[in-house]
């Protein structure tokens, strides 16, 4: 399998940015990261 389609494979199966995970509170990862920013901002 070339190097570019194993490279797509991992983000589309492994790194999901849309799939909700349980050890951040059934969060996507894109959500988590954007509630971490705003969490981050609101204390300065």
Same mark, same amino acid.
């Given at each position: 399998?070339? =190097? @570019?389609?194993?490279? /797509?494979? +991992?983000?589309?199966? /492994? +790194?999901? &940015?849309? $799939? $909700? @995970?349980? %050890?951040?509170?059934? =969060? %996507?990862? &894109?959500? +988590?990261?954007?509630? *971490?920013?705003? $969490? =981050?901002? %609101? &204390? *300065?």
């Amino acid at each position: 399998m070339p =190097l @570019h389609m194993d490279i /797509f494979e +991992y983000i589309e199966m /492994f +790194y999901n &940015v849309k $799939r $909700r @995970h349980g %050890s951040n509170n059934q =969060l %996507s990862p &894109v959500e +988590y990261e954007k509630q *971490y920013e705003e $969490r =981050l901002t %609101s &204390v *300065y």
